[in-house]
C-alpha cells in the first residue's frame, strides 16, 4: 500500500521568499497530489532551471540547465519521467531511456530555436559545405539532431567545438551563442539565423541602465543573448555557470540576463544576494504548470515519442556530446 503523502505545508518554507502566501494556497493541493502520484506511478519530475519556484523546489527530483538533465536524465531509476521544461528536453530525455514512459504535461511547450531549422535544412547545408562537421544547440528536434555530428548546450559548446580538431565548424541553430562561442576559440565557426525570443531581447541600453540604477550590481548574462550584450556583462555563462557564479562570487547585487524563474530559483538559495530582476519570461516554459504535472501524472498524457530509426542517430549526437 502506497503511503499517505506528506503535506505540502512543510515545503513552503523553501520558497516563502519568492512566493507570497496567498498565492501558495492555490498550489498546495496540487503538490500533495502530485507527490502521492510520484510514489503510485514511480515517476520522477525533471525540472529545467526555468521552471517556476513551486514546480522548481517542491516537486521536482532532477533540476539543472539542459545539459544536467540530459545527464541526469541518463541515470534516471523510475518507470516515469515528467520533464518539466520544453519538447526538446523530453525529447532528449526519451533519447537517452527508450525504455521509459516519458511525458511532458503540454505539447505546446516548444522553443523559438527549435523551431527555426529543420532536418531539410541540415541536408542543404551538408551539401553546401561538404566536409565540414555540424554541431548541434540541443535545443532543437530529434530530427534536426538525427542529421547533425554531435550536440552542444551552452554549457560546453567551446568543449565540443575544439573537441573535433578542425578548423571550421557550423554550429546551429542559435546565431548569438555560436557568436560567442567564435569570440573565444581559434576555430572559424558558421552560424545559422535562429535566436531565442527571450534572450535576444536585451540590450546593451538595458545593462547600462541597470549599472546606473544600481551602481555596483554584477552583470551575468547568458550565452543566447546576443554578443554586444555579453560584451557589456560582467560574465557570461549557462544558467548553470551563472548559478556557481553567484554562488562561488557572493556578489552583493546581481542581476541575471535571463529567463525570468531563473533569478527566483537562485535566490532562494542564496537569501544574502540582493537580486534585481529585470528579466523576460520564456512563454514555452511557462506552459508547464503544477495542474498539468498533475493532469501528466494521472493521466498518462502527453507520451513522448520519437520514430526509432531517427532516435538511434540522434541518441548518437547526444551521446557523443555526453562523452566529453
Ligand atoms: S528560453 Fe529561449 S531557448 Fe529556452 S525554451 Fe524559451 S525560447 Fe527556447
Redesign the pocket.
Known amino acids: 500500500m502506497t503511503a499517505a503523502p506528506p503535506s505540502a505545508a512543510y515545503l513552503y518554507e523553501r520558497v516563502r521568499r519568492v512566493i507570497p502566501p496567498i498565492e501558495w494556497s492555490a498550489f498546495s493541493d496540487d503538490i500533495d497530489a502530485i507527490l502521492a502520484l510520484k510514489r503510485e506511478r514511480n515517476a520522477v519530475i525533471l525540472a529545467h532551471n526555468?521552471q517556476t519556484p513551486e514546480i522548481f523546489h517542491c516537486v521536482a527530483d532532477i533540476v539543472g540547465d539542459s545539459l544536467a538533465l540530459a545527464r541526469k536524465a541518463m541515470e534516471v531509476d523510475a518507470d516515469v519521467i515528467v520533464l518539466a521544461g520544453?519538447h526538446f528536453m523530453a525529447e532528449t530525455a526519451k533519447l537517452l531511456n527508450p525504455q521509459k514512459t516519458v511525458l511532458i504535461p503540454d505539447l505546446g511547450a516548444g522553443?523559438?530555436?527549435?523551431d527555426s531549422i529543420t532536418a531539410e535544412d541540415i541536408r542543404l547545408l551538408r551539401q553546401r559545405y561538404p566536409g565540414v562537421p555540424i554541431v548541434t544547440y540541443v535545443?532543437t528536434s530529434a530530427e534536426v539532431k538525427a542529421e547533425s555530428d554531435i550536440c552542444c548546450t551552452s554549457g560546453n559548446a567551446k568543449a565540443v567545438v575544439e573537441s573535433l580538431g578542425v578548423a571550421r565548424v557550423i554550429m546551429l541553430p542559435d546565431e548569438y551563442l555560436a557568436q560567442n562561442i567564435a569570440a573565444q576559440t581559434d576555430v572559424e565557426i558558421i552560424a545559422w539565423q535562429g535566436h531565442?525570443?527571450?534572450?535576444e531581447r536585451f540590450t546593451p541600453a538595458d545593462i547600462r541602465q541597470l549599472r546606473e540604477d544600481h551602481p555596483g550590481v554584477s552583470v551575468l548574462a547568458h550565452p543566447?543573448c546576443p554578443p554586444e550584450v555579453v560584451a557589456e556583462a560582467d560574465f557570461s555563462g549557462s544558467t548553470a555557470a551563472m548559478s556557481d557564479y553567484v554562488g562561488r562570487e557572493k556578489p552583493a547585487r546581481v542581476v541575471l540576463m535571463t529567463?525570468c524563474s531563473m533569478s527566483d530559483n537562485v535566490a532562494i538559495a542564496h537569501p544574502e544576494v540582493d537580486f534585481i530582476r529585470p528579466c523576460n519570461l520564456?512563454p514555452?516554459?511557462k506552459r508547464i504548470t503544477l495542474a498539468n504535472i498533475r493532469a501528466a501524472l494521472e493521466q498518462n498524457r502527453h507520451l513522448v515519442t520519437i520514430d526509432p530509426q531517427v532516435a538511434d542517430r540522434a541518441r548518437r549526437a547526444v551521446e557523443r556530446m555526453l562523452a566529453i
Do not use: R
Request: glycine share 0%; hydrophobic share 30%.
Open positions: 526555468y520544453v522553443c523559438s530555436l527549435a535545443n531565442c525570443e527571450v534572450h543566447e529567463e520564456c514555452h516554459m
